[in-house]
Every structure is written in C-alpha cells, then in structure tokens.
C-alpha cells in the first residue's frame, strides 16, 4: 500500500536555527512525486518544493530544499536559517503513478521560538 | 498571475441547511480538485475534474455532496444537507494538468452547528 508516513507531530525550533522535517514514503511505483507543503494558520496550502523519484540531484528552491534519500525511502524538508514566520504545519505528499492523485502524510507542526 | 480563488472564506450554518462554495482555478489549468482536511489532519481529495469532466468523485458523499465545473473553468461544491461532521476546511486547488504540482486556494472554513 502507498502510505506517506511523518513521525514528528510538533517541533520546537529556535530562531535561525536549521530545521529537518522527517518524511518517508512506500511505494512500489518506480515513478513518483514528492511534494512539501506549508499551511499557516491561515488555512492556505503553500507549495514549496517538489522531488521527482528519478531526479539525480536534492531539489532546493531559497531557503528549502529536500533531502532525497531513495534507498531509505525518505525526503525530508530542510529549511536553513529558521524564521518566526516559518511556524506552521508541513504536509509530505506523493503523486501515485496510478492516478495521480496525492497521498497525504498527516503533517507536523513547526513552532519557531524568537 | 492570480492564485486560485476561494468563496467564501467562512461559513456558519446549522445542520441540515445547505452550502455552496465556489473555486476558480488560476487561468490555464486543465485539472481542478476539491478537499476537505478536518482539524489536524492531511486533506482528503473529495472529486477531481479534468477541464469540466469527473475524473475521480470516489471520495465524495454523493448522498449529501455535490460538485460540477461549467465551462471548464468555474467549479461550484454544494452541501446538502449538511451534518455536523461535514464541519471542515474546503480547500480547492487547480494543476496545468493531472500529476503537475497542484496549487491552493486559501480555503472555505465551514463550521456546521
């Protein structure tokens, strides 16, 4: 079954610091997606990186970027130099080859201290 | 270029009335989904259209949840009625096409009394 598993349900992170979010995934497709995901308080999903299982290289974007480690079925997000506006959920999510379609990790929730 | 749009941000209604959101998706994309994520969990895909056919309603409690997209563009979720566990966050979110990364609009809070 295909499942996108987060371990970590909260963090305290202090301000500036570096934060690795854990995310690892089963799937026997040999293509797939994985996608990082903010949502503030707000409500809005914020897209902010996305690892393609055949890409050679950890895809970055700013201060994001995603440690692919494809025998180990992990991506985690890392974020350098942690803000106070960073404080937020994160979702890990898969494409399935199948349909498509998103598979959701439940998320962890980023708390950045001044 | 604008962002998915979302109506309304909130709504209050009791149980057993009816509700309707509306999403338009950003300008060119062909794919539009609806989730509903309830409090501290990941979203759960209600119904996917590609341009203004179903692709995947599987998920969607078809009893008392409805959804179409005229047009292609433009897509409308209704709730009727609505039951106190439907209280949830609606998000809409649109892709250029099935599989690309998908992007969300700020959500519809419903709260069902």
């Known amino acids: ?114 | 270029e604008a962002g998915v749009a979302q109506s309304p941000r909130y709504k209050i209604i009791e149980k057993r009335q009816s509700v309707a959101f509306w999403c338009n998706p950003i300008s060119g994309h062909a794919t539009l989904y609806w989730y509903q994520q309830i409090l501290g969990q990941g979203p759960k895909l209600l119904i996917q259209f590609q341009n203004n056919g179903v692709v995947d309603d599987s998920q969607l409690p078809k009893d008392r949840f409805s959804a179409e997209r005229l047009k292609g563009v433009d897509s409308t979720l209704k709730i009727q009625p609505a039951k106190l566990e439907d209280s949830a966050v609606y998000l809409c979110a649109s892709s250029f096409n099935r599989g690309d990364t998908q992007y969300f609009g700020p959500g519809t809070r419903l709260t069902v009394l």
Not at chain 1, 21 to 48: A, H, N, R, V
Not at chain 1, 52 to 57: F, K, L, P, T
Not at chain 1, 101 to 114: F, S, V, Y
């Open chain 1, 1 to 114: 079954a295909q499942k996108i598993t987060q371990t970590q349900p909260g963090m305290f992170v202090q301000e500036k610091e570096a934060v690795t979010l854990d995310c690892t995934y089963d799937t026997s497709d040999p293509s797939y997606g994985l996608f990082w995901y903010k949502q503030p308080s707000s409500g809005e999903m914020i897209f902010l990186i996305y690892q393609g299982s055949y890409d050679q290289q950890n895809a970055t974007e700013g201060r994001y970027s995603l440690n692919f480690q494809k025998a180990r079925k992990s991506a985690n997000l890392v974020i350098s130099a942690s803000q106070l506006g960073d404080s937020a959920m994160y979702f890990c999510a898969m494409r399935a080859q199948r349909n498509y379609q998103l598979i959701w990790g439940a998320g962890t929730k980023l708390i950045i201290k001044p």
